[in-house]
């Protein structure tokens, strides 16, 4: 930029700023603009602004609102033209602490005597920042792909958003119903959407939400998901009627429905590609699996899309439940065991390799608590080795919170050697097997890493950082749901 300016920025013709503004990121863009009036002039030209992709809040008490008026600016330039929208909204680090002595963990401030005001501004900065995104993009009409994620589930966890804590911050729910009512007006002055996704956010849908869809929208919509621990259901399955070409779902496993699965299954909707589902098993007592796809209606729906593809996180569920859910028929590609109080049986791993050992590549075993369970306990065969050797295209394997003896993660890497792309283990699920003969006279760890890199014919290495792996849930749920259902 200082090149440009030592020949005259301001000189510059219309056209050159405009191409050395579609170099550069949002912020950049912004930055740059400080040049002199021409380029300002220049920042918002439309065809600069054809995608946008921002998290807002997620710093320190206070951070958040002193991003509104930013946000607020942003928007009011391009709002009412971007073509695709994509917004994270992050309150929750602006009220959280260090949990006091436990590093890593954290908890609401409550003993804080500021502690109400705090996060009362909180969620007033946040109601804001939706109505201020909402408002500015209600008459977008080029609006394609619309993705907002409200990053509020510990809030949730913690019941701050319960109904009384709730009511000092939006007395009469007066900014949620509004906000409810600008985004079915989003959707009913829409004519193009392709991809629409909200998840976690706060209230914003409801059953009635995509009702209001314009009918080109509903036709020319691709993707779609709507994740939200309300009951009843947010996506109603006779919604699903009009969206003759969604190639992509994501939804809570509860709302997907027998009745929805068949309406997927009828031979005026294109095959389906993608199908991302989250079990809650906090939420399970008031919204249950029953009702749930059966395993004909899976048989139906995979003769129907015959390419189709099933990504399942489950959160704190217990082996039961999932047992019930985890058809035959149901095309398993990745699976996300993550919980804190609940333990994966080893009669589900066993039911997994054995019933998706020819569609399952992603297997993901978590587990934040001071125990570390041994799957492997009292038997000839481990089940994570079994697994490995069953499940032909297994690409990624993570495991953390659970024992994995040294000696079957040398076995794993061998059976699938160099197709097996991430193998993550953390150094603390490691376990060493007392038969010296294993460490032939060398430091086991040394031997350890040495046998799995030649499994894998790569350099291989304990995973020391547990904070790569140990993310938020749902947001980890959300992120990985949209790189899988782009990847169609």
């Not at 429905?257 to 939420?283: A, E």
């Amino acid at each position: 930029m200082a090149l440009v300016g030592g020949v005259g920025a301001s000189a510059l013709p219309s056209e050159l700023i405009v191409h050395i503004f579609s170099f550069l990121s949002a912020r950049d863009k912004l930055r740059a603009s400080a040049v002199c009036s021409r380029w300002r002039e220049c920042l918002f030209y439309p065809a600069l602004w054809t995608e946008l992709k921002l998290r807002v809040g997620g710093g320190t008490i206070g951070s958040g609102s002193d991003e509104t008026p930013k946000l607020e600016f942003l928007m009011r330039k391009i709002g009412s033209f971007v073509r695709e929208l994509q917004l994270e909204f992050a309150p929750v680090e602006g009220y959280l602490t260090p949990l006091h002595g436990v590093e890593g963990r954290m908890e609401p401030a409550e003993s804080d005597p500021q502690f109400p005001d705090r996060w009362k501004d909180a969620m007033n900065t946040y109601l804001d920042q939706v109505l201020c995104v909402l408002n500015s993009i209600r008459n977008n009409r080029n609006l394609q792909k619309l993705s907002l994620y409200g990053d509020t589930c510990i809030l949730q966890d913690e019941g701050i958003l319960d109904s009384a804590h709730f009511h000092q911050v939006d007395q009469g729910n007066k900014k949620i119903k509004e906000i409810q009512m600008l985004f079915e007006e989003v959707l009913a002055n829409s004519r193009r959407v392709k991809w629409l996704s909200s998840a976690f956010m706060l209230g914003m849908v409801t059953p009635s939400s995509l009702a209001a869809m314009s009918n080109p929208s509903a036709t020319s919509l691709e993707h779609l998901s709507l994740l939200d621990n309300q009951v009843p259901t947010v996506v109603p399955a006779i919604e699903l009627e009009r969206l003759l070409n969604l190639r992509s779902l994501a939804l809570d496993f509860s709302d997907f429905t027998s009745d929805m699965c068949r309406l997927l299954s009828r031979s005026d909707h294109i095959p389906l590609h993608r199908l991302s589902l989250l079990i809650n098993g906090t939420v399970l007592s008031s919204k249950p699996l029953d009702g749930t796809a059966s395993e004909e209606d899976w048989k139906a729906l995979v003769r129907h899309s015959g390419n189709l593809r099933v990504y399942i996180m489950a959160l704190d569920v217990r082996s039961q439940d999932l047992l019930t859910v985890l058809k035959p028929s149901l095309p398993l590609e990745r699976i996300h065991f993550d919980s804190y109080s609940t333990c994966t049986s080893v009669a589900t791993v066993d039911l997994i390799s054995l019933q998706y050992h020819k569609t399952l590549t992603h297997f993901i075993l978590m587990r934040d608590d001071a125990g570390f369970p041994d799957l492997s306990d009292n038997r000839n065969e481990d089940p994570l080795v079994l697994l490995a050797w069953r499940c032909i295209h297994l690409s990624v394997l993570v495991i953390h919170g659970y024992t994995v003896w040294a000696h079957n993660l040398v076995a794993i890497s061998r059976l699938r050697g160099s197709n097996l792309r991430v193998l993550a283990v953390s150094e603390e699920s490691i376990d060493f097997d007392p038969d010296p003969v294993f460490y032939l006279e060398e430091d086991p760890v040394h031997n350890l890493i040495k046998e799995v890199s030649l499994g894998l014919g790569r350099v291989w290495h304990p995973m020391m950082d547990t904070s790569i792996v140990l993310s938020e849930p749902f947001q980890h749920f959300y992120r990985e749901m949209q790189s899988f259902s782009e990847g169609m």
